[in-house]
């Protein structure tokens, strides 16, 4: 049975249900967390910037065809694809090593802040938070620190980015499902 046949519009109603209240914890934190922009602008741009529904489905259906022990998430953003993994994945107990580099994405200049709340009760047992990069960053990192408050001088952002961790061949760590959910260019 492929992933097609499979599908079930009960799990899918149940599932859209979880997700939903996934999304509502994290509006909740960030409407108390806060900062410069109005809460629907930071909304607005947690949503753009995170899994959907469709996507989230079909990746719960592979996590739970495979049943993967070990999970490298690639781009985190404020944690709603990590919480999705994690809770998708508790009946085993999967472990999700996410990586991301902690810097300015949209509006939210510290998305590890709400990353590591929203994503708290899995940690460290079963989450392990890397902030750094996988591979290289280019100059296209700097756009954010211009087009939102507080802008930074691109001298201040390469200080900041000369500080991350860049991750290469040398990690030489194994994991048995890797979501690539980074760098959309």
């Known amino acids: 049975m492929d992933l097609v046949t499979s599908f079930n519009p009960l799990d899918v109603y149940r599932h859209y249900g979880s997700y939903n209240r996934l999304k509502k914890e994290l509006y909740d934190l960030i409407a ?15 949503r753009e910037g995170s899994i959907k529904f469709t996507d989230a489905y079909i990746l719960k259906q592979i996590l739970h065809r495979y049943k993967p022990g070990t999970i490298l998430e690639i781009g985190s953003f404020l944690g709603f694809s ?10 085993w107990n999967a472990k999700v090593t996410a990586i991301d580099p902690n810097i300015r994405h949209r509006v939210f200049d510290d998305p590890h ?8 009760r899995f940690y460290p047992d079963r989450l392990e938070i890397v902030c750094g990069f996988l591979g290289s960053y280019d100059d296209n990192i700097y756009y954010d620190y211009e087009h939102y408050q ?4 691109r001298s201040q952002v390469d200080e900041l980015l000369k500080h991350r961790l860049v991750i290469d061949k040398s990690w030489n760590r194994k994991f048995d499902f890797i979501f690539i959910d980074g760098d959309h260019s």
């Open 150 to 153: 507080p802008k930074k001088e």
């Open 32 to 46: 108390e967390t806060g900062n410069q922009y109005p809460l629907e602008l930071r909304w607005s741009h947690a």
């Open 82 to 91: 990590t919480r999705w993994l994690l809770e998708v994945t508790k009946s």
């Open 113 to 120: 802040s709400i990353l590591m709340k929203f994503n708290s």
